[in-house]
C-alpha cells in the first residue's frame, strides 16, 4: 500500500463546476496535512494546510479526517485557470521535515 | 522578493563528473530539503535539513550528498553522477516542519 494514495485523474469537469479530491494516508502519527497545486514542468505550490477543524480559503475547502485517515480538497465554481495537478502532501513524521507526496490528481476544466 | 534560488536550471553532464546543483533562500527558515521527480513516481525526499549541521535521509538518498553548514544554503552533490539521476530537482525551505514548503523553481539534470 502507498503511504499517501490518491486518485490519479484525469478529472475533466466544465467550467463552473464542484469538484473532489480525496487522499488517504498510511502513517496515523503523521501531523501536518498540506494541498499544493502543480502546473506542467513547474514547482509545487502550496495551496492549503489542511487543520482538523477544516479550512477554506475562497473556492477551496480542505478537510482532515485523521480517524479515517484522508485528506479532502473541495473545489467551487471551477475556472479554467484551476486546471493543474494537486497534490496531497503528508508530514510522516510527527513535524520534522520529512515530506510525502502523493501521485497528483490531475484536473482540467473546459470551456 | 522571498524566494528559493536553485542553480542551475538546466544541465546537461557525463555520467561520473561530480556536480554541484546549489540552492539558497531568503527567508531565514530552518528547514530545507531536495526532491526528485520522475514521470510516474511523483515527487520523492532525497535529503531533508531542520537547522544548520543537521541532517537527514530521505526517501531516495544513495547517490547524493548534501551540507548544512550555514542556514540559508542546502547545496546537493551528486559525487558520481549516473543516467539513472537524469530527473527533475527541487529545493525548498520551510520555518518549521508543520508548516508548508516553498519550492524553487527546479533544476533539470541529464545525465548521459
Known amino acids: 500500500r502507498k503511504e499517501v494514495e490518491q486518485d490519479p485523474g484525469p478529472f475533466n469537469v466544465p467550467e463552473g463546476a464542484t469538484v473532489a479530491f480525496n487522499c488517504t494516508y498510511s502513517?496515523?502519527?503523521?501531523?501536518?496535512f498540506f494541498w499544493y497545486r502543480q502546473d506542467c514542468r513547474k514547482e509545487p505550490k502550496l495551496l492549503m494546510s489542511?487543520?482538523?477543524s477544516g479550512n477554506e480559503d475562497g473556492r477551496f475547502t480542505a478537510q482532515l479526517n485523521r480517524a479515517s485517515q484522508y485528506i479532502s480538497l473541495l473545489i467551487r465554481d471551477s475556472k479554467l485557470s484551476d486546471s493543474a495537478t494537486y497534490l496531497c502532501?503528508?508530514?510522516?513524521?510527527?513535524?520534522?521535515?520529512?515530506?510525502?507526496f502523493g501521485q497528483g490528481t490531475t484536473l482540467q476544466v473546459k470551456p | 522578493e522571498a524566494q528559493v534560488t536553485q542553480n542551475p536550471r538546466y544541465l546537461i553532464t557525463v555520467t561520473g563528473k561530480k556536480l554541484t546543483v546549489t540552492c539558497s533562500q531568503n527567508?531565514?527558515?530552518?528547514?530545507m530539503s531536495w526532491y526528485r521527480q520522475d514521470p510516474g513516481l511523483g515527487l520523492r525526499q532525497i535529503y531533508y535539513?531542520?537547522?544548520?549541521?543537521?541532517?537527514d535521509k530521505g526517501d531516495v538518498p544513495e547517490g547524493y550528498k548534501v551540507s548544512r553548514k550555514e542556514k540559508r544554503n542546502f547545496p546537493l552533490i551528486l559525487e558520481s553522477p549516473s543516467p539513472n539521476q537524469t530527473s527533475l530537482y527541487f529545493c525548498?525551505?520551510?520555518?518549521?516542519?508543520?508548516?508548508?514548503?516553498?519550492f524553487g523553481s527546479g533544476t533539470r539534470l541529464t545525465v548521459v
Open positions: 502532501v503528508v508530514n510522516d513524521i510527527g513535524n520534522t521535515g520529512k515530506l510525502i
Open positions: 527567508m531565514n527558515h530552518e528547514y
Open positions: 489542511v487543520y482538523s
Open positions: 502513517n496515523s502519527a503523521s501531523q501536518s
Open positions: 535539513s531542520m537547522n544548520v549541521e543537521v541532517t
Open positions: 525548498a525551505s520551510s520555518p518549521q516542519g508543520r508548516f508548508g514548503y516553498t
